[in-house]
């Protein structure tokens, strides 16, 4: 209780420091939704023209959209630093964490807490358009939105396992900003449309070894296509949570191997 | 009390490939180049006690302190705080370190002072009465009054200083270790921190252990010296005998009113003193002023002309620790 407490005086100071530079804060949260707004806006004009792509409609390519909108909102407010993990093993700015009697990860993911107003409002938005569409038309009932936040739940989580293993990996690289394109950014960008989509081998790399196609495609075929049947939903917050455990565990067995700087 | 048993880290480091793909290559590299900073270093630290640790730069002076807050795990041996291992126990033992790292600040750098130690309490679940008595005795003795509403990142690096040392002691830890916390300072703000940390060591019997560059922060506050070199521990006593064992090795530069005449070397050759250099009418010379006198060296170098000028210089301590050991 008292660590939810101290989550969220720490995330408070962090924001209370970017309302310092409110012109960068306000001008950040802006190009968000001009970026995704636009990318939104292609992606379903070009669907809609071609009658949907393998088999999606344009709500259900753009239910996957939101979900993602959401997820990648989600985990960057959690765990913002995550994602930019780098400058503290190289800097050596992880010492100063470490000073601090609570776990590390804790002081560590609400450095920079963003409040992701930009994805929160276009994530929204996307979602409630394509839902009351698609229960309009029968393909789904207003299960469909528990279910999705079960989705968003479960998502949320495997996306935050699989960034905090690709930055664990920076104990032993030092230089990880790579890798996290691919394991971050790359992979949750993927996971924005039908997997179908994709040839096999990246079908395949998406449910295996980087099982990002699990917060989004897999059990949204259940959600808002009737497909696989209801065990996915639980079946995948299984995973999330297992992989969410193993991240753990293999960032525990990074602390010990971190190296600090020179002064 | 801090134990620190036959400690030893070795840092192992990838070979930098050079040349086409450097980045690729080193990374698939399989070479490594070991490091070792620190070498079997053992002390005990008992409670009150203040020590200096000073060795050259890379001697591996951070690296030992960074075992003994917990931030690195060594590679061998082990550190006990009051009984605990920082490795192991790391949230216990923290609480019990004040931490200041003089080239790092732990304070929130965009927002106003006052609102750093209101977040360092609610991490360290400080009571409110404890804080408001702790912070309250800080700010009087470190004269922090008027920094209070002003950004971190706009306060100078003394008063900055003043402010870390404050925020390291909020939560009353027994124990403070001290990263070369004069660094960079002018004269008056070193000689401000010097004398707080005096009165945290004599009066809050805080036991204190410093790193520092800076001989006079050890002359004026260690009762105990701690010398490091090449990741091993070469001395650990008082300043005195570390002292003796010194000795006051001085350079002289003698300027003459006339250029010194040749021959000079042989005349100087039997003396308690070393001539290491010559340049037209100036003779530098070297010599321990335990075993000699700048007036002997003088008496003896009158004979060569008229002096016009001396000047008497002291090498810094390094220098010294490096050619001794």
């Known amino acids: 209780m008292s660590w939810i407490h101290i989550y969220f005086r720490l995330a408070g100071a962090s924001l209370r420091s970017q309302m310092q530079y409110k012109f960068n804060f306000i001008l950040s949260t802006l190009l968000v939704f001009l970026m995704f707004g636009l990318e939104l806006m292609t992606v379903s004009i070009i669907i809609y023209k071609f009658n949907g792509i393998k088999g999606w409609s344009v709500y259900e390519a753009g239910y996957l959209f939101a979900i993602m909108m959401f997820v990648r909102a989600f985990y960057r407010i959690i765990a913002g630093e995550i994602n930019g993990f780098e400058k503290y093993l190289v800097q050596g700015m992880l010492d100063q964490l470490l000073l601090r009697p609570m776990p590390v990860l804790l002081v560590l993911v609400t450095r920079n807490f963003r409040p992701m107003a930009g994805e929160l409002v276009l994530g929204t938005t996307t979602m409630s358009i394509c839902l009351s569409y698609l229960i309009e038309n029968k393909q789904a009932t207003l299960w469909a939105i528990p279910c999705s936040l079960a989705v968003i739940v479960s998502g949320t989580i495997i996306t935050l396992a699989i960034g905090l293993a690709t930055a664990t990996v920076g104990f032993w690289t030092h230089r990880i900003d790579e890798l996290q394109r691919i394991t971050d950014n790359a992979a949750s960008i993927a996971s924005q449309y039908p997997l179908s989509i994709y040839p096999k081998w990246m079908r395949i790399t998406l449910l295996t070894v980087l099982p990002m196609g699990f917060t989004s495609y897999m059990p949204s075929l259940y959600v808002i296509r009737g497909e696989l049947g209801l065990w996915i939903l639980p079946a995948t917050m299984l995973l999330a949570v297992a992989l969410l455990l193993g991240a753990l565990s293999f960032w525990k067995l990074g602390l010990r191997h971190y190296q600090s700087t020179g002064t | ?325």
């Not at chain 2, 036991?207 to 001989?215: F, G, R």
């Open chain 2, 1 to 325: 009390m801090i134990i620190a048993h036959r400690l030893n880290k070795t840092f192992r480091l990838p070979i930098v490939m050079e040349g086409r793909f450097s980045a690729v290559r080193t990374l698939l590299s399989r070479e490594y180049r070991d490091v070792e900073a620190v070498n079997d270093i053992s002390f005990e630290i008992s409670k009150g006690e203040f020590v200096g640790y000073i060795g050259p730069n890379g001697a591996g002076k951070s690296t030992t302190i960074k075992m003994l807050c917990g931030i690195l795990h060594p590679t061998s041996g082990e550190v006990t705080i009051n009984g605990c291992s920082p490795q192991k126990q790391r949230q216990q033992v923290v609480r019990q370190l004040g931490v200041v790292f003089g080239q790092r600040t732990q304070l929130w750098w965009d927002l106003p002072l006052k609102d750093s130690f209101d977040i360092l309490a609610s991490l360290y679940k400080l009571e409110q009465q404890f804080f408001k008595n702790q912070l309250g005795v800080l700010t009087e003795i470190l004269q922090l009054q008027e920094l209070m509403g002003i950004p971190v990142r706009k306060l100078s690096l003394g008063q900055r200083m003043r402010a870390d040392l404050a925020a390291s002691l909020l939560h009353d830890p027994d124990i403070l270790f001290l990263d070369e916390p004069t660094i960079g300072l002018d004269v008056a703000a070193k000689k401000q921190i010097r004398d707080y940390l005096k009165q945290m060591n004599s009066q809050w019997n805080k036991t204190i252990l410093l790193t520092t560059h800076d001989m006079d922060d050890i002359e004026q506050l260690c009762s105990r010296v701690i010398v490091i070199n090449h990741g091993a521990a070469i001395y650990d006593g008082d300043l005195e005998t570390l002292r003796g064992r010194i000795g006051l090795p001085t350079v002289m530069k003698i300027k003459f009113r006339e250029a010194v005449s040749p021959g000079y070397e042989d005349f100087l050759s039997a003396s308690t003193f070393q001539v290491i250099g010559c340049q037209d009418r100036v003779i530098t010379v070297a010599c321990n002023r335990k075993e000699t006198t700048a007036m002997e060296v003088l008496n003896r170098m009158s004979k060569l002309g008229t002096i016009e000028d001396i000047h008497l210089e002291e090498p810094n301590f390094e220098d010294i620790i490096h050619r001794i050991y």
